[in-house]
């Protein structure tokens, strides 16, 4: 500590000290530790806070498992449903994603000319600038019943009746997949640029198939890019709010949006911490397997 | 590397498709933008109109849209994501630099554990950063009583401000963490062995070297800020920020107003893409020139001046430039021959709007008025008399002009 100051001064040292106390301890660790605290203690007014019913309870998890005590089913199927449906969705999109943008990837890094591939990652950065509540509204104007895909079907002469695509979920699902698909392509392009050519030549020469030389040589090498875009893709997904917001229909409900309702519209924050505390629990969980899968340390995961 | 044709065509045909996906969807919110109806589609084509930028529109039964110009509660919201974005700036670019400096100077056990926690916020959702930052602060501000902290406590650009730097601070850190990589420290001890204190270090080498990444690392926070919202709707408590704005216009309904104002951001965007892709390029010959002239110096021969022939070129871009002033004035033509621009055009679609929603009116009325007397049940037979009387209509041939003899003289 003494060195510390001494290599740096008092002033700077001072700055850096405060600064850096400030954001790990106040903007990281407290605010996520008082959030699990308050998820463990029943939905209090204000005045009763610290008396004695303001004891420790798993109340809020039960009801996540078990639904409330006045219903008859055996499990909180709602709640379990959306749950896993988001789950679920997610890791189908961050799967989907990897492979589309893979090709691409691949493309920019190892094949294209210097100028090509340059004038592709530009227009590939200006979508990504542009907000993801503008993104999905694009994607509104095409899916909505009067809509511009069911009108060109419908005076195409394709069909009688619109297409329900808000209803059925296609357009959230696009639409996810739109919003988070380029988070994929950065990392994945990153980490295959750096893919020595002579290899892929090498491989060639000693008579290995494309697909091989795809599997054996430049996926091996891609990990750390495949680990950290997966990550990215589908803790976004899962903690995607505004997307559902806009695309999704009136019975569709995305996990992000039972917290919310549990915490603006219902005032019950300590479930609505108790649910935020699952997803945070979740993407550890996914940032672990993660590592675990593709050997890959977390600072290789962000970059 | 060679490839075979047919899978280069399959490779080129994909990228075309992927990039129609990434670009599509806006290319028609843009176009929705000039539509004068009050939905945002492209088909029944309106008019052409300037009006979701301007003032917007009052509809025929009463409902007001706003546009652009005449959105106070945007401009509010737009004027409150400034505030925020300039506190995150100010907050998160010094958290940023000081994290990325430290963790040059820390043994390498603390820096493996201090990097972690420092990319942390990142893996965090989002909506988790701003629920655990009311949480925390609601709970300061009920423990205080009232006063000045529980004000703090409950202000929502306070807390979003907070909220946001949590996070993006780290995006700062990583930028500078990957500038100080290169950072000779060599620079640092020459200067304090001439007798430099550490704070003259700091602020006569340490920083001018950290210049680049400061500049680029304000521009991504502010940009994080001003979009972000699954963080804010949380944090913002009873405020308004622009995505929030932004967002419950979406659920209320949607307007061309909005596509509008995606079409101004879209324009920001691409301006500033551009110019940095400019800029860059220009940087990049300039030092490819100073390079070649350095070469020629140390080695006074012709041979390895490179004849700079000025033959013209004609770059590929020029096609894309050329393709869309095609589609502009093919669609101006289209417009203009149409007579679906100005204001005309807009009185009238307005009107025929306001008639036909006149004329439901009065079939209403009228319904209501019929409901009680017994109405003559429609004779099947009498149908074809209905056809008879049609085609027995003169006017309906009045445009027709295929029989005018008239025509041909």
């Known amino acids: ?303 | 590397m060679k490839s075979q044709p047919a899978l280069k065509l399959l490779l080129g045909t994909y990228i075309f498709v992927f990039l129609a996906y990434l670009f599509g969807p806006l290319i028609i919110m843009s176009i929705t933008a000039f539509n004068s109806a009050e939905f945002p589609a492209v088909t029944p084509w309106e008019c052409f109109s300037w009006r979701w930028f301007a003032e917007g529109k009052v509809t025929y039964d009463g409902q007001r849209l706003a546009g652009l110009l005449a959105d106070s509660k945007l401009h509010e919201g737009i004027l409150t994501s400034l505030h925020i974005a300039l506190g995150v700036v100010a907050l998160s670019v010094p958290i940023g630099m000081a994290a990325a400096i430290v963790l040059t100077q820390v043994n390498s056990k603390i820096r493996t554990f201090f990097y972690s926690v420092a990319i942390m916020p990142v893996l965090f959702p989002g909506v988790v950063i701003g629920i655990s930052t009311v949480v925390l602060w609601d709970r300061i501000a009920s423990m205080t009583g009232g006063g000045a902290m529980a004000d703090v406590g409950r202000n929502g650009v306070f807390l979003t401000i907070l909220a946001q730097t949590c996070f993006i601070s780290t995006y700062c850190f990583l930028i500078f963490v990957a500038r100080m990589q290169r950072f000779d420290k060599t620079q640092e001890e020459a200067a304090l062995d001439l007798g430099a204190s550490q704070t003259q270090v700091f602020f006569k080498i340490l920083m001018p070297y950290l210049m680049p990444a400061i500049a680029s690392s304000a521009v991504i926070a502010f940009l994080y800020s001003f979009e972000n919202y699954n963080t804010t709707v949380f944090s913002i408590l009873s405020d308004q920020t622009l995505t929030t704005v932004i967002a419950s216009k979406v659920r209320l309904g949607i307007s061309p107003a909005i596509s509008a104002l995606a079409l101004v951001i879209i324009a920001i965007t691409l301006t500033a893409a551009i110019s940095y892709e400019v800029l860059k390029r220009r940087a990049e010959s300039r030092l490819a020139k100073i390079k070649q002239t350095q070469l020629h110096q140390a080695m006074p021969s012709d041979r390895l001046m490179k004849n700079q022939k000025t033959s013209f070129k004609l770059p590929k871009s020029m096609f894309v430039i050329l393709l869309v002033c095609f589609g502009v004035v093919a669609g101006g033509n289209y417009l203009v021959s149409n007579n679906l621009y100005g204001e005309q055009c807009i009185v009238a679609a307005d009107e025929a709007k306001k008639s036909n929603f006149a004329d439901q009116l009065k079939l209403l009325q009228q319904n209501v008025e019929t409901e009680g007397a017994t109405t003559p049940p429609s004779d099947p037979t009498t149908g074809s008399q209905g056809f008879n009387n049609i085609f027995g209509d003169p006017n309906l041939f009045k445009n027709f002009g295929g029989f005018d003899t008239d025509a041909k003289k």
């Open chain 1, 1 to 303: 500590m003494q060195k510390f100051f001494a290599k740096n001064g008092p002033i700077i040292s001072t700055y850096f000290l405060i600064s850096i106390g400030f954001w790990i301890i106040f903007l990281i660790i407290i605010p996520q530790l008082y959030m699990l605290d308050l998820s463990f203690r029943p939905n209090l007014p204000p005045l009763l806070r610290g008396g004695e019913e303001d004891v420790y309870t798993l109340t809020h998890y039960k009801h996540f498992l078990f639904g409330s005590e006045t219903s008859k089913d055996a499990y909180n199927y709602v709640d379990l449903k959306v749950f896993f449906t988001t789950l679920a969705t997610a890791v189908v999109i961050t799967v989907l994603s990897l492979c589309f943008c893979y090709p691409i990837a691949f493309y920019i890094a190892k094949i294209a000319e210097h100028k090509t591939a340059r004038l592709l990652i530009v227009s590939l950065i200006v979508p990504f600038w542009i907000n993801e509540l503008l993104r999905a509204f694009a994607l509104r104007i095409l899916f909505a019943g009067e809509g511009v895909i069911n009108n060109a079907l419908i005076n195409a002469g394709l069909m009688d009746n619109a297409i329900n695509f808000i209803g059925q979920d296609v357009a959230l699902f696009t639409g996810l997949t739109y919003a988070y698909l380029l988070l994929m392509m950065f990392p994945l392009y990153n980490s295959l640029e750096s893919l020595d050519t002579n290899q892929l030549e090498a491989a060639k020469d000693l008579g290995s198939s494309t697909l091989r030389t795809h599997w054996r040589i430049v996926i091996p090498h891609a990990k750390a890019g495949i680990a950290s875009g997966s990550t990215m893709v589908f803790m976004l997904t899962a903690g995607a709010l505004a997307t559902p917001v806009v695309l999704s229909s009136p019975n569709t409900f995305w996990f992000t949006q039972l917290i919310y309702q549990w915490f603006n519209m219902n005032d019950n924050w300590s479930r609505g911490a108790a649910y935020s505390v699952l997803l945070l629990l979740v993407s550890v969980i996914f940032v672990l397997l993660m590592m675990k899968l593709f050997r890959v340390k977390v600072g290789e995961i962000v970059k």
